[in-house]
């Protein structure tokens, strides 16, 4: 039970952080539509974490028309 309160609660922290600091990044963050563009970077998180991060950005998304997030992996 505390294992699967943890994980999608780190989730959901590690979204939030990310997207709380992304306005604060210099450059250019819209597209050659206008629509404004974030990255969420994740490191060696794996598929095991997959469904559960591109569902938060779908509701990101979802609640934000012209925000866009796409999602990249690095595994180190």
């Known amino acids: 039970m505390r ?5 999608p609660s780190l989730g ?4 939030a952080a990310a997207l709380a600091f992304a306005p604060g990044c210099s ?3 819209q597209d050659e539509d206008g629509e404004i563009v974030l990255e969420f970077w994740t490191i060696a998180l794996g598929d095991a974490f997959a ?3 591109n569902g938060m950005i779908a509701d990101y998304e979802a609640q934000n028309p012209g925000i866009r997030v796409p999602s990249r ?3 180190s």
Request: glycine fraction near 6%; include cysteine.
């Open 3 to 7: 294992r699967s309160v943890l994980l």
């Open 27 to 29: 450059g250019s963050n």
């Open 51 to 53: 469904d559960y991060i």
């Open 73 to 75: 992996s690095s595994s």
């Open 12 to 15: 959901s922290l590690c979204l």
